[in-house]
Structure formats: C-alpha cells, structure tokens
C-alpha cells in the first residue's frame, strides 16, 4: 500500500512538469453551473462486418469516466459520445510506473507498445516505433492531426513524432517536417518560431517543403489544397471556458475532415484531441475542464455526423489516463449543476473508458490494456 502512494505522488510530481508554463493562476474550483448545454446529435449505426475505410480517433487527455459524468451532468444528461454503441475499458498504466504520463500513454494508444514515462513514440531503450500514422502512410492513406494543445505536446507528438523525451519541445517540432502528415493543426508557434533557441524557423521550412500554411483560423478555413500546417496560438488555444475559443476547435476538425476526404479512394486516418481537459484538472478546475469536455463533444457530435453520412468510416473515442483524482459528490441535472472533489493534482490509476461507432466499431468491447485498444484500430489501417 505505501509503495503504491509513493508511486502516485511521484507520478503527480512528474505528470506537472508538462504544463507548468500554462499553469491557470486560480486554483481549486469545485462547483460549476454550465450556462448552457449544446444539442446533442442523433445517429444511426452502420451495419456490422464493414471494413472501414476511414479511421478518426479521438483522445481526451485526462478524460475519464469520473470527468465524463460530471459534463454529462452539466450538460443537463445528455453527450454526444452516447451515441456511439460500442464501450469498453481499458487500462493506462505503463512500463515503469503504475499511473502514467501522456507520453507513455500516448505512445501506447499510437504505437500499439507500452513504454516509460516520459517517451514519445519509442521504447525503453530510446528506438523509434511505428505510430498508426505511419501505418496510414504505408497503407496509403491520408493522415491529420488537430488539437488545441501546443503540436510538440505529448499526445500528438506520439502519433507524429519520436523522440526518448518529451521534454526535447524544439527537436519534437522539428519532427513535423518528416512527418508526412497531410493536415497538421494544433497550436504551439513558440516552438515553431517565435521562441525557438536555435533560430530555426521550422514554419517557414514546413512552408518551403510544400505545405500551405496557416496562423489563423479564418484563414484555415480558405484552405483548399494539402498538405496543410495551421499553427494557430504561441501555446495552448484559447481555453473554451473563456468563450475566445468559439468554434475554433470544431472548424479545425470539420476542415480536417472535408480535406483529407476529398477525391480519395484509400481514406484517411485522423487523431483529434481535447488535450486541454487535462491541463485544468492538474489545476482542480472543474468549471474549464467541464467546459474542454463539452467542446470536445461538440467535435465527436460533428464527427459523428460525418461518420453516418459517409457510412464508411470507424471513429474511436477514448482517454489517455484520468487526471485529479477526481470524484462527482452532488450535482442537478435539470439546472447542470456539478459539484466535485479532487484528490490530487497529478494524473491516478483508473482505467478509463473507449468508445467506437460506426463501420466496423462492432469489433470493440471489454476491457484491456491501451496497447491492446491500439491495435484494435491498427488492425483496420494495415
Ligand atoms: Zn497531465
């Protein structure tokens, strides 16, 4: 028993060093009315045995079963993510530590292999491993990245990235120009450019390789042509809770979509994530991490959509580990009432929920490891 506590507050101690330059000044808030609760979407399930052609996998960081409730209430008992049939958990934990980090969780959801802490998309011994991205390329298939998170961090870098630390943030960027991927959109510019140590301007090499890019959102929506780079804040997005956000975080993805669908015959594979979830747990906010949950529901409700219409794509929603050690104590449905108590500030060890809808989604159940779930979608995209 004590071993493990010292597991779990270490791990707590660690799991912080990520998000120390976005740390919100107000701490500690415990009880939330959401102002209003957005529509949720209504879709019918594919028939079974289909291959899909299309894969979006969605992650929210620090997203599990105990934050999904408490937004479900908020959002007076309704989520777009219970539409979607297929539910199972799976478990976080990584080579070296019991509670894991995004890195090493996100290389288990990427690369189908679990890993240390603080590894992006390598094993133990520091050698690159194949993502599903990589997977897509050789498959021939289009692939995007969006997130509201600065693109170096650790759940994106995972799928598109290597490198034996996470907090290597000019060389991880830097690892978007090999990347191959079609759509990249995220934030993080003071690593792109404006705060680099080395002077490179990875944004303007991005750009000179063939990429059309982007620093704002309006513009991203003139995009016509891949492959695409959007960079769109110096770090994070606007958080959602603060209303400069708006429907930023949905356009990225909806244009992902239209994109890398558009006159292709091999399909696509996305990775969307609601990265900043996590950030506002680290910092017992329920109110803004309510409100990065109910935004990325907002997006799964329009992927969903996109998913019927299309009638041929998988999309796969889960979390990389829980964060805040947070438990849901009283709240209203009818009014979106939360109330809630957070037990640490760093990440704990409870298995977190999957979710799959759509072509093939019937191949999704029980519980297993995060590798496991990884390879569940690969096996899809080979
Ligand atoms: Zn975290």
Known sequence: MKKIWIVVLAAAATA??????????????????????????????????????????????????????????????????DQ???????????????????????????????????????????????????LAQRAGKRTGVVVVCRLNDATPAT??????????????????????????????????RDERTDGRDIFAEIGAKGYNTYESAEKLMEAESLPVAAVLAPLELPSALSGERGDMFRNMTTKALDMLSR???????LMVEGSCIDDWLHANRVDAAVEEILDFDRVVGDVLEWAEKDGQTLVVVTADHATGAM????????????????????????????????????????????????????????
């Open 16 to 81: 912080m060093v990520g998000c120390v330059d976005r740390a919100p000044e107000q701490k500690g808030v415990t009880s939330y009315t959401a102002p209003t609760a957005h529509p949720t979407v209504e879709v019918a399930q594919p028939a079974k045995g289909l291959r899909p052609k299309n894969i979006v996998f969605m992650i929210g960081d620090g997203m599990g079963l105990e934050q999904l409730s408490t937004a479900w209430v908020a959002n007076r008992g309704a989520l777009n993510i």
């Open 84 to 134: 979607m049939p297929y539910v199972g958990l799976q478990r976080t934990y990584c080579l070296d530590w019991l509670v894991t980090d995004s890195a090493a969780a996100g290389t288990a959801l990427a690369t189908g292999q679990k890993t240390n802490k603080g590894m992006v998309a390598t094993n133990p011994q520091g050698e690159e491993l194949s993502s599903m991205m990589d």
């Open 159 to 192: 799928f598109c990235c290597n490198n034996p630390d996470r907090d290597e943030a000019e060389e991880i960027t830097a690892d978007y120009l090999t990347c191959g991927v079609d759509y990249i959109a995220g934030g993080g510019m003071n690593y792109w």
């Open 263 to 269: 006159d292709n015959d091999e399909g696509f594979f």
């Open 327 to 382: 438990t849901l104590l009283w709240g209203d449905i009818e009014e979106g009432t939360v109330e809630v108590n957070f037990a640490n500030e760093g990440h704990n060890g409870i298995m977190v929920p999957y979710f799959a809808y759509g072509a093939g989604a019937e191949k999704f159940d029980g519980t297993v490891e995060n590798a496991q779930l990884s390879k569940m979608i690969s096996d899809y995209i080979k």
